[in-house]
T-cell receptor, first 117, second 114 residues
Framework: GAVVSQHPSWVICKSGTSVKIECRSL??????MFWYRQFPKQSLMLMAT?????????EQGVEKDKFLINHASLTLSTLTVTSAHPEDSSFYICSAVPGRLLYNEQFFGPGTRLTVL | AQTVTQSQPEMSVQEAETVTLSCTYD???????LFWYKQPPSRQMILVIRQEAYKQQNATENRFSVNFQKAAKSFSLKISDSQLGDTAMYFC???????????FGTGTSLTVIP
């Protein structure tokens, strides 16, 4: 159990276009989801915390108008990279926390590789 | 703010041997959770082992065990009988119970040599 999927697994887009990445918890409800960014051979950098039914909380230095996060249901959160530029090329990973109670684990999606030309 | 430090960017070990990955952290919290995650070339994050700070007993999962030293804020991972499939990036992570937010270390790239 506790499977998290991401779609698409990889995407190539032109500079200036917008790209939407979906994160789904397949067999559990997640009130909280997290979005991370990972550059090659580096660690995961938390971008934002997404709570169902409320606005996302962004980490310092992350542009909320550029990285739009919507957590519309208990099983789906989306990250939209608006007006993408080559420097936005990266590996984006989501994770989900089951239930409404405090939980001591995150379940990670397989990631989405974004390449902006 | 919490910080997690992994001082070994790269390590290698012979197949069937034992290797220890280091992790230290800084926090003023008394109750928290610590994790080791493995990220193979597929990039999927896989939980290796978890430790609750209020438990003095070190966690073990088959060939994986930790040495948790709360006073020293140290959380090392020992891999016994290393296998080729253990080759991956390993990340140490800290989590406060409130908010479920993870703080990751910079990672250690482990290569198991046949």
């Amino acid at each position: 159990g506790a499977v998290v999927s991401q779609h698409p697994s990889w995407v190539i887009c032109k500079s200036g276009t917008s790209v939407k990445i979906e994160c789904r918890s397949l067999d559990f409800q997640a009130t909280t989801m997290f979005w991370y960014r990972q550059f090659p051979k580096q660690s995961l950098m938390l971008m934002a915390t997404s709570n169902e039914g409320s606005k996302a909380t962004y980490e310092q230095g992350v542009e909320k108008d550029k990285f739009l996060i919507n957590h519309a249901s208990l099983t789906l959160s989306t990250l939209t990279v608006t007006s993408a530029h080559p420097e936005d090329s990266s590996f984006y990973i989501c994770s989900a926390v089951p239930g409404r109670l405090l939980y001591n684990e995150q379940f990670f999606g397989p990631g989405t590789r974004l390449t902006v030309l | 703010a919490q910080t997690v430090t992994q001082s070994q960017p790269e390590m290698s070990v012979q197949e069937a041997e034992t290797v220890t990955l280091s992790c230290t952290y800084d926090t003023s919290e008394n109750n928290y959770y610590l994790f080791w995650y493995k990220q193979p070339p597929s990039r999927q994050m896989i939980l290796v082992i978890r430790q609750e700070a209020y438990k003095q007993q070190n966690a073990t999962e088959n060939r994986f065990s930790v040495n948790f030293q709360k006073a020293a804020k140290s959380f090392s991972l020992k891999i016994s009988d290393s296998q080729l499939g253990d080759t991956a990036m390993y990340f140490c992570a800290f989590m406060k119970p409130s908010g479920n937010q993870f703080y990751f270390g910079t990672g250690t790239s482990l290569t198991v040599i046949p």
